[in-house]
């Protein structure tokens, strides 16, 4: 997508203020599938909170990196909370493209055109791996992310548990729900990585812009 795709999305959840969670209405068949060019929020399972990211950097203490922090963030009513599917890095993903299972993506935030990334830095509360928002003018492979799916799925769909695996260092995007922020960015839990699956590495996509996948097109 664009920079004016993305800023005309953008808009439309402004104007909007949010848009109305996938598990309480009924998913058109058309756009059951999560798509390269969808604009999601991605929901930790275990605690409902929404992958997050704002302004606001980590301290360079305690071994944490400086960059653009990522949380998870309480309520589902946040415009900070969008991220758009891309393809790997230095890899094009049509727009309507299928999301398969066991394949590499990156998530593009959308309020700060950054991308979802991890290295090997401290996170500031858990001392686990950090996960921040890098630039996305300044990508790099540490912005790619492997989705395993949960269940028997060939693709990714909305509403199903999916785990995202750090390519380059093997490690799960996770929320402890016991490691919470105070100010300036109080009641947001850390997100981190970690090297071992379990519930708390669980996701879900739910509300967003989809598109119908590009193989339905007629």
């Known amino acids: 997508m664009t920079r004016s795709g993305i800023a005309l999305a953008s808009a439309i959840l402004l104007v909007l203020g949010m848009v109305a969670p996938s598990h309480q209405i ?16 991605l929901t930790h399972v275990p605690t409902n909170a929404k992958l997050h990211s704002h302004k606001i950097t980590y301290g360079a203490g305690s071994g944490s990196s400086g960059q653009q922090s990522v949380t998870g963030f309480p309520s589902r009513d946040d415009n900070n909370s969008y991220w758009l599917v891309e393809g ?3 890899t094009q993903c049509e727009r309507g493209q299928p999301v398969q299972c066991g394949s590499t993506i990156r998530l593009m935030h959308a309020g700060t055109d950054t991308r979802l990334h991890s290295h090997l830095h401290r996170s500031p509360l858990s001392g686990n791996q950090e996960v921040s928002a890098y630039p996305m003018d300044a ?3 540490g912005d790619n992310w492997k989705l395993v799916c949960v269940g028997n799925e060939q693709q990714w769909l909305r509403e199903t548990r999916v785990q995202l695996v750090h ?9 402890s729900p016991s490691h919470m922020y105070s100010n300036p960015i109080p009641g947001q839990f850390e997100v981190s990585a970690i090297q071992r699956k379990g519930p708390n590495t669980e996701w879900s996509a739910q509300e967003g812009i989809y598109f119908p996948a590009s193989e339905q097109k007629k």
């Open 139 to 141: 990508g790099n492979p």
């Open 167 to 175: 390519s380059e260092t093997g490690q799960y995007l996770q929320i």
């Open 26 to 41: 009924e998913i058109d068949p058309e756009f059951l599938k999560v798509t390269c060019g969808s604009l999601i929020k």
């Open 88 to 90: 790997p890095h230095d």
